[in-house]
């Protein structure tokens, strides 16, 4: 079964719902804080168990704006009086707001709704404007005036931290029967709502039923039952399963007639042992979550030596680190001034090189006009040498021609006339 929804995780998820911000406040009329009157009067018709409606008598009908309809419901349980004791009150859909549905079981839920969202209307005005009180066809209801004082002190008696049915824990260890717990459990409800109504004549069998919801033997049961579990010390006894236990026994106990004054307000004191029990259990978590904390600052504080010898080792690696970055930037500035130098000397051999390119250039040209030349004198010489024959014969035939004419005048060599 879905524990969510429950009757309790329903009462729970309307508490927690109720101071949330209502979806739209501009939807509130001026209606809703009107002045209504406790003279108003309803026309109560009975109804069977777990019946439900809307709107009047046993609901507001046009607030807290004109048209917003309330609902209701009731469950099987009804007092002596002939009243239903368990009825829910729902708010119209104007006022609804998340997914879960909101659900008023008590006026003290209806009363912190109000404060928390109607802080001007009152909870008198409120449940003047329909009647609480709804009667059972199953009997003849006698009338009573529907005051809140009743379900206050039922609020405050089930405050203690005990379950809404008492016989859900007695069966896990029972001292008494289940039927005794349940039918004494479903009187202390209702007995509240039997004191503000008139007395009404009873029977001798309700007086039985009374007398008999715990008897002497039931009472010294609960009373060994309840002594064994305050054997037991107070963190183990708030973190066990029976802590809620002790809470009914205590309830259970104060019925003794022979207690002490002292008695009574150690019962009370226990009956409040779930509630302190929930905050002490809180408070030992935050202690031990706070020890955790503790011990995490302590634990990091013993780094700290740690930490600070590597800081130190670190730190002189840096500084040794930064001694040979400067000795590297040094070295680096004289390369650079070397380099400097060596452009320098290059610019100088590059304007060296610039001028022998030129004169070579020059011989180069002079070279190949000399090379063209020689080229041609072969080429001649070697044209000459092809006609030397023939100039040789020229010149052998021209010197034998020399001879003859110079022998043929030679006669005439010192002639005189």
């Known amino acids: 079964m879905d524990l969510s929804d429950t009757p309790e995780a329903l009462i729970l998820t309307s508490l927690q719902d109720e101071k949330e911000p209502l979806k739209d406040d501009s939807a509130i009329g001026s209606n809703a804080y009107k002045d209504v009157t406790k003279d108003k009067t309803f026309d109560l018709q009975s109804v069977s168990s777990y019946s439900s409606g809307e709107g009047l008598p046993y609901a507001p009908d046009g607030w807290p704006n004109a048209g917003d309809v309330w609902g209701w419901k009731v469950a ?11 009825r829910s009150l729902i708010p119209p859909a104007s006022l609804q707001k998340g997914t879960r549905k909101l659900e008023f079981r008590s006026k003290a839920d209806i009363k912190r709704y109000l404060h928390s969202n109607f802080p001007n209307m009152t909870l008198e005005a409120f449940f003047a404007l329909f009647s609480w009180m709804i009667p059972s066809a199953e009997e003849t209801p006698t009338k009573v005036e529907d005051d809140d004082t009743g379900s206050q002190r039922k609020s405050r008696r089930k405050s203690v931290g005990r379950p809404r049915k008492s016989s859900a824990l007695v069966p896990v260890r029972p001292c008494v029967t289940p039927d005794q717990v349940a039918k004494f459990d479903a009187y202390l409800d209702n007995l509240d709502d039997m004191l503000d109504m008139p007395h009404t004549e009873t029977t001798a069998s309700d007086h039985a039923t009374c007398a008999s919801a715990l008897d002497a033997e039931s009472i010294e049961c609960c009373k060994k039952k309840l002594s064994s579990l305050l054997a037991l010390d107070f963190p183990s006894l708030v973190s066990s399963n029976d802590v809620a236990e002790v809470a009914i ?60 010898k590597e800081y130190n080792e670190l730190k002189e ?48 040209s ?26 040789d014969l020229k010149k052998a035939n021209n010197v034998r021609r020399v001879a003859e004419i110079q022998e043929k005048f030679v006669t005439l060599r010192g002639l005189t006339f």
Not at 76 to 86: C, N, V
Not at 275 to 295: N, P, T, V, W, Y
């Open 76 to 86: 099987g349980r009804r007092s002596k009086g002939g009243y239903f004791t368990d």
């Open 249 to 308: 026994l205590a309830s259970q106990i104060r019925e003794d007639p022979n207690l002490t004054v002292d008695q009574l307000f150690k019962l009370k004191l226990v009956e409040q042992v779930p509630l302190a029990g929930e905050a002490f259990l809180e408070a030992k978590e935050s202690i031990e979550e706070a020890d955790k904390r503790m011990a995490d600052l302590q634990a990091k504080k013993l780094e700290i030596p740690t930490l600070k």
């Open 317 to 364: 690696k840096l500084s040794e680190r930064e001694a040979e970055m400067d000795i590297s930037t040094l070295s680096i500035k004289e390369i650079d001034d070397q380099i400097r130098q060596l452009q320098l000397k290059r610019n100088r051999i590059s304007s060296a090189l610039e001028t022998m390119q030129k004169d070579k250039d020059k011989l180069t």
């Open 366 to 391: 002079e070279l190949s006009n000399v090379a063209n030349s020689i080229s041609t004198i072969v080429n001649e010489i070697q044209s000459g040498l092809s006609q030397k024959s023939k100039w």
